[in-house]
């Protein structure tokens, strides 16, 4: 909730939170493997955003921002982390494995 009261100066936890959510969500709709599923996630953080109200440039800056920050760093972090990552993915869709 924290995120939704301010979300133009979001901290990197409050992003985090939005990403958890859509992640969740994807695990809900039936998808199993974690790097699809992140990878499902990172593509549908700006659209989850936008259903919770964040205004539109707001949205698709907290999603790169999450992308660029955490995503990407994911494939240096180790095995557990790593396993959360897909080199294919991009996000609003652009990557293959969704």
Not at 55 to 66: F, V
Request: aromatic share 10%.
């Amino acid at each position: 909730m924290a995120y939704l009261r301010h979300p133009a100066r979001a901290s990197a936890e409050e992003i985090w939170s939005l990403n958890m959510f859509t992640h969740e969500s994807m695990h809900v709709r039936g998808e199993l493997d974690e790097a699809r599923t992140e990878c499902q996630a990172v593509q549908r953080n700006y659209r989850a955003a936008k259903l919770l109200g964040v205004p539109d440039p707001i949205a698709k800056q907290n999603a790169l921002d999450y992308y660029n920050d955490s995503y990407l760093h994911r494939r240096d972090m180790g095995i557990m982390q790593a396993s959360y990552y897909s080199s294919e993915c991009a996000p609003e869709g652009h990557g293959t494995s969704t």
